[in-house]
């Protein structure tokens, strides 16, 4: 069974900076693209970062680029969101969720949890 | 960027109703690249449909999928208790992948 355990999330001040983690196991972890979805309370969802099998392949949304940077150890099974300079439209449940294939141009066909962070003074 | 444009906002229906949900893209997607959640309160997204037909696994056959080009459709036949949620489409033809804003679909 596929699972997603993402951790890290919690309360930050406008300015600093966090990084969240996501656990995986179940499936061949270094085989398959990740991403990082994330859902302001109420909110829609904005897909944030997304790391091919190899970390050849990175993007980011424009809302984050530059301050947010996704990668991972494959060694680990894990996968990382490093956050900086957080503002509080950042706030949100952040998803850990898995590609279906190596390239990470596809649907998330898991996803975990998530992790609720909070930028608020 | 290609922007998601989901109708209605919110559907109201009874359980054994059909429901039909439906996403219009901002421009053509390459390949029928369209993908389907389904979200319940305090849940994480779950994957119900790809490939704008293709249900993903353990997904019952009541959820279908159809379209191409900029329009697509999921249709569940008929409306179980579980079936009240929010439905998201996503589009993954571009590298950025875009969601669209939701259907709530909800207990008439």
């Known amino acids: 069974e596929v699972q997603l355990v993402e951790s890290g999330g919690g309360l930050v001040q406008p300015g600093r900076s966090l990084r969240l983690s996501c656990a995986a196991s179940?499936?061949?972890?270094?085989?398959?693209?990740m991403h990082w979805v994330r859902q302001a309370p109420g909110k829609g969802l904005e897909w944030v970062s997304a790391?091919?099998?190899?970390?050849?392949?990175?993007d980011h949304a424009d809302s984050v680029k530059g301050r947010f940077t996704i990668s991972r150890d494959n060694a680990k099974n894990s996968l990382y969101l490093q956050m900086n300079s957080l503002r509080a439209e950042d706030t949100a449940f952040y998803f850990c969720?898995?590609?279906?294939?190596?390239?990470?141009?596809?649907?998330?066909?898991?996803w975990g949890q998530g992790t609720l962070v909070t930028v608020s003074s | 960027e290609i922007v998601l444009t989901q109708f209605p906002g919110t559907l109201s229906l009874s359980p054994g109703e059909r429901a039909t949900l439906s996403c219009r893209a901002s421009q053509s997607l390459s390949s029928g690249y369209l993908a389907w959640y389904q979200q319940k309160p305090g849940q994480a997204p779950r994957l119900l449909i790809y490939g704008a037909s293709s249900r993903a696994t353990g997904i019952p056959d009541r959820f279908s999928g159809s379209g191409s080009g900029t329009d697509f459709t999921l249709t569940i036949s008929r409306l179980e208790p579980e079936d009240f949620a929010v439905y998201y489409c996503?589009?993954?033809?571009?590298?950025?992948?875009?969601f669209g804003q939701g259907t709530t679909l909800a207990i008439k």
């Open positions: 790391i091919s099998w190899d970390s050849g392949h990175v």
């Open positions: 179940g499936f061949n972890y270094n085989d398959h693209a």
């Open positions: 969720a898995k590609g279906p294939y190596g390239h990470p141009s596809y649907y998330f066909d898991n």
């Open positions: 996503q589009q993954y033809g571009s590298s950025l992948g875009t």
